[in-house]
């Protein structure tokens, strides 16, 4: 079953700092190991990848800025600039 973008809303939260910024999705509702996540940058885009035998879809998000970085943290993923 593959689901698309508008059936896989996730909450996401953007947070401004005066030493930088952080973006966060949160994947947890999703129930899915972070080995089934990708994230590519292209420019000031996040492209999030979720390949899962049973979910498979593409999350783009516009970013602040180009550099950027990624972890993962109990179910979400936290993406914030490069300093």
Same mark, same amino acid.
């Given at each position: 079953? /593959?689901? $698309?973008? $508008? =059936?896989?809303?996730?909450?996401? #939260?953007?947070y401004?700092?005066? $030493?930088?910024?952080?973006?966060? %999705?949160d @994947?947890?509702?999703? #129930?899915? =190991? !972070?080995?089934?996540? *990708?994230? +590519?940058?292209?420019?000031?885009? #996040? %492209?999030?990848?979720? +390949? !899962? &035998?049973t @979910?498979?879809?593409?999350? +783009?998000?516009? @970013? &602040?800025?180009?550099? #950027?970085?990624?972890?993962? /943290? /109990?179910?979400?993923? %936290?993406?914030? /600039? %490069? *300093?």
């Amino acid at each position: 079953m /593959n689901k $698309s973008r $508008s =059936d896989t809303d996730l909450h996401v #939260a953007r947070y401004e700092y005066e $030493s930088g910024w952080v973006v966060a %999705v949160d @994947l947890l509702e999703l #129930a899915i =190991d !972070t080995e089934y996540v *990708t994230v +590519d940058y292209l420019e000031e885009e #996040a %492209v999030i990848g979720i +390949d !899962t &035998p049973t @979910l498979k879809t593409e999350i +783009d998000l516009t @970013l &602040p800025e180009q550099e #950027a970085e990624h972890r993962f /943290n /109990n179910g979400v993923l %936290v993406i914030k /600039n %490069v *300093t």
